[in-house]
C-alpha cells in the first residue's frame, strides 16, 4: 500500500518543511487526501444551508410572528392599562418580560435546529464520496489507495505479474490523470476532479463534468480555485482529443458542466467573472423541504471550450497569470 500523503484537514501545516507549492494528478500516495478534501468540501456545504436557512427572510417571519403573538398575548393587558412609568415598576410585568425573552431565545434554537434537519440530505451527500467513491474519481479510491505510485513499484509487489493485472493498474493511473491536486508544504491543500459526462453527451457536443471541487478554508482567498479550474479546461481538451482522434465522438463542441447549489454564492459569483453561464435550475430531488420552503435548487453551469490548437496556446498563458496569484502562499501560516 502507498505510504498516504498527509491527509488530516485538522492539523496544521508544518512551516518546517520547504514552502514548495506543486500540481500532481491523482496517486494512490494521495487518495486519502483527495477524498478527505472532497468530504470536507461537502460536509461544509450543510453548514453553509444551515447559515442560509437561519438568516432567511422566511426563517425570522416565522420567529419573529411566534415571538409576536406571544408577546401579545403575555403582555398586552399590562400595555394597554398601565402608563410606561407604572410598567417599569411593576415586578409582574418584569416577570412576563424576561419570560418572552426567554421564548424569544427558545424559538430561535428550535427554528435553528429545525432547520438544520432540513440540510440533513447533504450529509448524505457527503456519504456518498466515501462509498462511491469511483462516481467522482473514476477510480475506488479504497483500492486505489493500495496500489503504488508507478509501475517499477507495482511490479515489485508482485511474484507473478498478470498482464490483466498490469492492464488494470495502468487505467487507473490514467484515470487518476483526470483529478488535479494542488500540494503545499507536502500538504495536498485543493483538490478537482472530472469525468466524462456521458448523460449529456452526443453527437453534437461532448460534455465533461466537474464532479468536485474543494479547497482548504485558510486558503480559499489566494485564487487556487481558478487555478483548478483553467487545469480543467486543459484536461477537458485532451479527453475531447482523445475521444474524436479515435472515433468515439464527432462533436466539434466541447463543454465543461459544474452541478452546485443555489446557495453557494462566492463559487457562482468566481464562475461568472470566469465567463460561466447559468444552465439549469432544478427542483431538489431529496431535501425537498429546503427546496420549497427556503428556494434551494440544484444549479448547472457551463462553459463552452475552443478546441481549435491555437487556443491551447491561449489557455497556458491564462494559467500562468492565474498562477502568479498564489505568491502570497509563503507568507501563510
Request: with cysteine; glycine share 4%; hydrophobic share 40%.
Amino acid at each position: 500500500m502507498a505510504i498516504q500523503k498527509d491527509e488530516s484537514l485538522v492539523d496544521p501545516i508544518d512551516h518546517t518543511v520547504t514552502p514548495r507549492i506543486y500540481a500532481s494528478k491523482l496517486t494512490p500516495s494521495l487518495s486519502q487526501a483527495a477524498l478527505n478534501l472532497l468530504i470536507d468540501y461537502r460536509r461544509t456545504l450543510q453548514s453553509d444551508l444551515n447559515k442560509s436557512i437561519f438568516w432567511s427572510l422566511k426563517m425570522w417571519t416565522i420567529i419573529l410572528s411566534t415571538v409576536s403573538i406571544y408577546s401579545y398575548i403575555q403582555l398586552n393587558d399590562y400595555i394597554q392599562y398601565q402608563s410606561f412609568g407604572a410598567l417599569i415598576h411593576n415586578s409582574s410585568f418584569i416577570y412576563e418580560l424576561v419570560y418572552v425573552g426567554f421564548f424569544f431565545i427558545s424559538a430561535t434554537v428550535f427554528c435553528f435546529t429545525a432547520g438544520s434537519m432540513f440540510s440533513y440530505f447533504l450529509k448524505k451527500h457527503a456519504d456518498d464520496v466515501l462509498t462511491n467513491s469511483k462516481e467522482f474519481f473514476g477510480v475506488d479510491l479504497m483500492k486505489f489507495a493500495a496500489l503504488a505510485d508507478n509501475v517499477e513499484e507495482f511490479k515489485k509487489t508482485k511474484k507473478q505479474l498478470k498482464k490483466q493485472e498490469l492492464e488494470e493498474y495502468l487505467q487507473n493511473l490514467e484515470e487518476g490523470k483526470n483529478t488535479q491536486l494542488i500540494v503545499y508544504r507536502e500538504k495536498p491543500i485543493g483538490v478537482i476532479a472530472l469525468q466524462p459526462d456521458l448523460e449529456h453527451s452526443n453527437d453534437e457536443q461532448y460534455v465533461v463534468s466537474i464532479k468536485g471541487l474543494s479547497i482548504r478554508r485558510v486558503y480559499a482567498d489566494a485564487g487556487l480555485q481558478e487555478d483548478l479550474i483553467n487545469w480543467a479546461y486543459s484536461r477537458a481538451r485532451e479527453l475531447y482529443l482523445n475521444h474524436h482522434n479515435h472515433g468515439v465522438i464527432n462533436g466539434k463542441s466541447l463543454k465543461i458542466y459544474f452541478e452546485i447549489f443555489s446557495f453557494e454564492t462566492t463559487l457562482q459569483k468566481m464562475l461568472k467573472n470566469l465567463g460561466w453561464k447559468l444552465i439549469e435550475s432544478n427542483d431538489l430531488e431529496d431535501g425537498r423541504v429546503a427546496g420549497y420552503f427556503f428556494g434551494v435548487k440544484k444549479q448547472i453551469w457551463g462553459i463552452t471550450l475552443n478546441v481549435e490548437p491555437k487556443v491551447e496556446a491561449e489557455t497556458e498563458e491564462v494559467k500562468t497569470e492565474s498562477k502568479s496569484k498564489n505568491k502570497n502562499l509563503r507568507s501563510r501560516k
